[in-house]
């Protein structure tokens, strides 16, 4: 990925000009390798993210909402003790390393004026955040602590002095001659990529190769590759550079920087930003959003499956002991023929056989050899009263499981078609209240921010609103919708409660058949072709008691068969 030293310099610069002089109000860590600081400056109410995960580390502007961890990690509360009601003085780049200082004034314990300087290392897997004291450099604490049993050349503990990360003998970025450049380029073509990322200190692989292919041919000294990186100073310096992030066909971010990247220039769709920060929050967003996201559905989809699979086993073993209980009528003809002949029987044997009155058929009745024959045949009565018994509570609870597999296909429709860790987290919430996932560590509770309902404009300009979940859909059918607005539903697919606002008017057509297309579009149905949409009033929609989220019964309905699409406003 492109988070070079080029981007860090950029960032610095615009993260300095938004922040610099403003106070630290509030700081978080979402996650164990992550810290969220809100400050107010010049430019407003302003959060700083800064991430040291091995797999994207970064630090930007946020301007999406974030989980915040409601019980806080030490380094948290360390960050808080040192850094609230600070005031930033300074914001910069070390060198041209991926190594970002922010220096804040504050005070300490004893009312004396102190200067702490978070130092941020975007080093891949070796990223770090360290807190240290700006007088003496000494070490406060860093997010990951590094002993000497991990790394034998720097050590990140507590009360050391603190090093810079080494610089591998590359030369920085900035200070980079004409002579360097030359020495550089004095090797075959396809070496020059290599040659100029193991040699210049602050750029990415993507920007190694757009200079390689800036070198002119007959171009021995590289002049056209100096002269290149020259003009990427300048830019630098005047701000003459404009964020881009390179997305592939499938709408999936490839890779992002300042300046143009050859390699992906007229292969991939570019999108341009106004500030770095954007552009840096827009990439990783997608990127690791999608990642976390297919993550994240994953764990809810197998929870899911695993209650569905308990409970297609439950309704399979219901339905064999249904049907084993349905054939107990033979037990009630046992008793019948032995009431009816007892003066034939006599006790101590282990079987009758008796004339079937139905049928004039001779038939072998067990008997208990430890009973009378009156009590054989009262002890068949029993059978057949027990098994007619458990008949009418098994189909109670075959009704009962059929409909909590009805309610988990829906969720696990909501989940496959989920597009934010928000819906998750909503769908996450409702199945540990219906008891479906155990809930978690109270002390590891984070506060999570509820999605609002999908909304659509069909083209005569009606109002139509989808649930993101059945906590959703039953808010939105039953405390939002009037009674006769209209409502949609996939008819025997699970899929969302969908509702078109009529506001007094009456709805064309039109305008019924692209809800009922949302309808399919928000529902199982979303990659299939005509696809039955049941829709109703909603005063023909009711709620049976004790039902589920989500599941409502209905009347009066017609039914549509439409392809799945969202409204498209004119």
């Not at 970064?58 to 380094?75: D, G, K, V």
Request: aromatic share 8%; with cysteine.
């Amino acid at each position: 990925m492109a988070f070079d030293g080029i981007i860090v310099s950029a960032l610095a610069e615009d993260l300095s000009n938004a922040l610099a002089g403003g106070r630290i109000e509030k700081i978080h860590q979402p996650e164990a390798d992550e810290l969220v600081f809100h400050i107010h400056s010049h430019a407003g109410n302003l959060k700083l993210y800064i991430s040291s995960s091995g797999g994207n580390p970064r630090f930007h502007l946020l301007s999406r909402p974030i989980e915040n961890r409601m019980t806080p990690f030490a380094f948290c509360m360390l960050l808080r003790k040192h850094l609230t009601g600070g005031r930033l003085s300074a914001i910069e780049q070390y060198g041209s390393d991926r190594v970002l200082e922010i220096s804040a004034d504050t005070v300490n314990e004893l009312e004396t004026p102190v200067r702490k300087t978070l130092i941020v290392e975007i080093m891949g897997k070796h990223s770090n955040i360290t807190l240290i004291d700006a007088r003496t450099r000494k070490i406060i604490d860093s997010i990951k602590r590094i002993s000497v049993d991990e790394s034998r050349v720097r050590q990140l503990l507590p009360g050391k002095e603190y090093e810079y990360p080494p610089s591998q003998g590359k030369i920085p970025f900035k200070r980079i001659l004409r002579e360097d450049i030359e020495a550089l380029c004095d090797c075959p073509p396809h070496a020059l990529s290599g040659n100029l990322l193991q040699g210049i200190q602050g750029i990415s692989p993507g920007m190694a190769a757009s200079l390689a292919a800036s070198l002119e041919p007959g171009d021995l000294k590289g002049e056209s590759v100096y002269s290149e990186l020259v003009s990427m100073r300048g830019a630098l310096e005047t701000g003459e550079f404009r964020p881009s992030v390179y997305i592939a066909e499938d709408g999936a971010p490839v890779d992002f920087h300042i300046f143009p990247l050859a390699e992906l220039e007229g292969s991939c769709d570019k999108m341009e930003f106004d500030t770095v920060s954007e552009c840096v929050e827009y990439f990783y967003f997608n990127k690791t959003g999608l990642n976390r996201l297919k993550q994240k559905t994953a764990d809810l989809e197998r929870s899911v499956k695993n209650n569905l699979d308990k409970l297609y086993l439950k309704k399979q073993r219901l339905a064999e002991d249904i049907l084993a209980a349905e054939k107990a009528d033979i037990y009630r003809l046992y008793g019948e023929l032995l009431t009816a002949n007892l003066h034939l029987l006599s006790g101590g044997a282990s079987e009758a056989a008796l004339t079937n009155y139905h049928d004039g058929r001779k038939i072998v009745i067990p008997l208990d050899k430890r009973l009378t024959p009156s009590k054989n045949a009262q002890s068949y009565f029993k059978k057949y009263s027990k098994s007619k018994t458990a008949v009418t509570e098994k189909n109670i609870r075959l009704k009962e499981n059929e409909r909590a597999i009805e309610y988990l296909e829906s969720v696990f429709s909501f989940i496959e078609n989920s597009s934010s860790t928000e819906e998750l987290g909503a769908l996450r919430a409702e199945l540990t209240e219906e008891g479906y996932i155990r809930k978690r560590n109270s002390r590891e509770k984070q506060a999570r921010v509820k999605p609002a309902p999908f909304v659509h404009t069909t083209a005569g300009g009606f109002k139509v609103m989808a649930g993101r979940n059945n906590r959703e859909n039953d808010e939105l059918t039953f405390k939002h919708a009037a009674r006769t607005d209209i409502w949609f539903h996939t008819k025997d697919i699970p899929g969302s409660h969908i509702v078109l606002f009529t506001a007094g008017r009456t709805p064309e057509e039109k305008d019924i058949l692209e809800a009922a297309s949302a309808a399919a579009f928000h529902s199982k149905g979303r990659h299939s072709e005509n696809v039955p949409v049941d829709y109703t009033q909603v005063k023909y929609v009711k709620k049976p008691a004790g039902a589920k989220p989500g599941m409502v019964i209905f009347t009066n309905n017609k039914t549509v068969y439409v392809n799945p699409k969202v409204p498209e406003a004119p």
